[in-house]
């Protein structure tokens, strides 16, 4: 029956419309606010650079060092045990924005300059085809990943996205050096370098007072040019705002405070420095210790001006590093290697969970994880439920489930490693399956197996003993890389591709 509504059916109609809109409005103002997210994310520190203990024990560096402000998000948080990264810093920090594994990726070492590698000449192997030019979000740029970003998806899902202090994402003069070109609605102080000119406020943050390359000096903080101030708390007074403004604005906040600390140059912060002089510590150990008590400051300022606008109780807070310490440092024991080797040292980090009323206080996750992970957590994190990335398949998994205290999808979940690259140790390929480890050494072919179990110092090489397992590991390391379309190097001696791991059983 079709005509114009009588008005008694025109008001029922009015009255029922007006229902509707105001159940639609309770529902939206019952629906609880999107949680924030920060991911504080340190460079070059190792598992046991901490007082918070990651092994079954207190080590002699838990000792050495004070960061009472870990000590304070672990008793409100989960510690991770096993947490990796990749061995060096861009592949970390691409995986993190992208998801993907390095070996799909490409972004197998640091970068810095547009198209020029850091790899160093070696007698028998070139260095596989990378992207030494690191991650765009454009299209066609040479020796890149093109991708679609964390932040760019966290940005679309509303949240107001906050880069503060190393980006390393892209070599200079490429999109990807600027953290605005990735996703980033606020840049401040990223840019191409992976480590600071200085640390000194006095001398500009700049490298020049060191007769070194002017492409360290951070940009953007000239205000703070001349003052006797040091890096790590700038960049902390400068987070701060920018969040106070994201509050105040009403929107949810993606803060990604990723300090230069405690990268070289290694400068000491005064405030620390003399307390360890007198507990014994001279030249680069105490230095180090500062710049570890530096840090950890600033995520008590982070931390307390969350509690100041009253954001704590819906915003995740993650702890997290790079790669392992680097080799001029003391030693992460038990743990072998350090920053760029395969082996514990360089690729197990700390990591630290707090999620006010998910995350039970004072909890400890022995399963394993990687880098890439972070990507879907945070998104999960954020209700962002659809999602692609551009070519290639997601390698990360979300650790949402394990931070409610429920069970890994799967304990038995291969994870890999990719460093087809010859700066500062030889090329190589790794896998962890459940407690066993493969290390596949490019030069020598050589393969390494190890119970990370019984053995987490990795001092005793399996692979004879276990040539089933050898097999197993061999077969699912060759078949990630295949997939992966993983870049190989070339042996000089032959001109050929280095061989894959199950292809020299």
Not at 169 to 189: C, M
Request: hydrophobic letters at 40%; charged letters at 20%.
């Amino acid at each position: 029956m079709h005509g114009k509504l009588t008005p008694r059916a025109l008001s029922l109609f009015i009255g029922l419309f007006a229902l509707v809109m105001a159940a639609d409005i309770c529902r939206a103002e019952d629906s609880p606010p999107k949680p924030n997210i920060v991911f504080f994310f340190i460079d070059d520190m190792g598992w046991q650079d901490t007082s918070v203990p990651f092994h079954t024990e207190v080590t002699p560096l838990n000792r050495r060092y004070q960061t009472p402000n870990m000590e304070i998000l672990a008793s409100e948080g989960m510690k991770f045990t096993q947490a990796y990264a990749c061995a060096v810093c861009s592949p970390s920090r691409v995986s993190l924005m992208t998801g993907l594994n390095a070996a799909r990726h490409g972004v197998t070492n640091w970068t810095l300059r547009k198209n020029v590698s850091p790899d160093r000449n070696h007698p028998t192997i070139q260095a596989g085809p990378w992207n030494l030019n690191g991650l765009s979000a454009e299209p066609g740029i040479s020796r890149t990943v093109h991708a679609i970003t964390l932040p760019m998806l966290l940005s679309k899902a509303g949240y107001r996205t906050i880069h503060v202090g190393k980006a390393h994402f892209g070599a200079k003069g490429t999109p990807g050096e600027n953290p605005l070109n990735l996703g980033f609605d606020v840049n401040i102080a990223g840019h191409a370098a992976g480590g600071p000119g200085s640390y000194y406020g006095k001398y500009n943050f700049s490298a020049a007072w060191r007769k070194a390359d002017r492409i360290w000096d951070v940009p953007g903080l000239e205000k703070y040019h001349g003052k006797d101030v040091y890096l790590d708390e700038v960049l902390t007074i400068e987070a701060n705002k920018a969040v106070e403004q994201a509050v105040a604005d009403g929107k949810p906040f993606y803060l990604y405070m990723s300090h230069y600390a405690v990268h070289a140059p290694w400068e000491k912060n005064d405030r620390f420095f003399q307390k360890y002089v007198d507990a014994g510590l001279t030249g680069l150990p105490a230095v180090f210790a500062s710049m570890i008590e530096s840090m950890d400051t600033s995520l008590g300022e982070i931390m307390a001006n969350l509690d100041r606008l009253g954001v704590a109780d819906n915003t995740v807070l993650v702890f997290m590093t790079d790669n392992g310490c680097p080799s001029n440092l003391p030693r992460n024991l038990p743990l072998r290697g350090h920053k760029i080797t395969p082996y514990e040292g360089g690729t197990r980090v700390p990591l630290i969970v707090r999620w006010p009323g998910v995350v039970k206080p004072q909890t400890v996750c022995n399963d394993y994880l990687i880098i890439e992970d972070i990507f879907p957590t945070f998104l999960e994190i954020a209700g962002v439920e659809a999602y692609t990335q551009i070519g290639g398949t997601i390698d990360g998994v979300s650790f949402v489930p394990l931070l409610q205290q429920r069970p890994a999808a799967d304990p038995q979940r291969p994870i890999f490693w990719h460093f087809p690259n010859t700066y500062g140790e030889p090329p190589y390929s790794s896998v962890r399956k459940g407690d066993w480890k493969l290390i596949y050494q490019h030069v020598t072919r050589g393969l390494e197996l190890y119970n990370l179990k019984d053995d987490i110092g990795e001092k005793k090489n399996q692979a004879a003993a276990q040539p089933e397992k050898l097999r197993e590991l061999a077969d699912t390391l060759t078949d990630f890389l295949r997939t992966a379309g993983a870049p190989m190097p070339t042996d000089k001696t032959t001109g050929k591709t280095v061989e894959y791991p199950a292809d020299v059983l």
